[in-house]
């Protein structure tokens, strides 16, 4: 399972990744966790299962045109190959003449420190 430092550097390096392959805006999402599931059938257990999966899921933004990119994998190396196919992606996409940039937070945000 993959910790907070680690959680927080993938998404950084996806995030960094981004920006530097052409994105004008990025954001990034990751996910870490576990998954126990169990069949019963006739008041008996048909089959249990156990997942522990992680990933990064990154959107990248060129003139109001977007990328996505989505790995299942949490790994520092294949968050920043994540941003940089969103950057590219987006720089591909058809721009948006309506758009001007994402919201910014409000004054109040909290950061995670």
């Given at each position: 399972?993959?910790?907070?430092?680690?959680?927080?550097?993938?998404?950084?390096?996806?995030c960094?990744?981004?920006i530097?392959?052409?994105?004008?805006?990025?954001?990034?999402?990751?996910?870490?966790?576990?998954?126990?599931?169990?069949?019963?059938?006739?008041?008996?257990?048909?089959?249990?299962?156990?997942?522990?999966?992680?990933?990064?899921?990154?959107?990248?933004?060129?003139?109001?045109?977007?990328?996505?990119?989505?790995?299942?994998?949490a790994?520092?190396?294949?968050?920043?190959?994540a941003?940089?196919?969103?950057?590219?992606?987006?720089?591909?996409?058809?721009?948006?003449?309506?758009?001007?940039?994402?919201?910014?937070?409000?004054?109040?945000?909290?950061?995670?420190?």
């Open positions: 399972m993959l910790d907070q430092e680690k959680i927080i550097a993938a998404a950084n390096k996806a960094e990744a981004a530097s392959a052409g994105a004008e805006f990025a954001d990034v999402s990751v996910y870490a966790g576990r998954e126990l599931s169990v069949d019963l059938e006739s008041c008996a257990v048909k089959s249990c299962d156990a997942n522990i999966g992680s990933g990064v899921s990154v959107r990248a933004i060129y003139k109001g045109g977007t990328g996505w990119c989505g790995i299942d994998s790994d520092i190396e294949d968050a920043a190959h941003g940089e196919k969103a950057a590219k992606l987006a720089l591909l996409a058809e721009p948006d003449p309506d758009f001007n940039s994402l919201p910014e937070p409000s004054e109040d945000y909290h950061e995670i420190e």
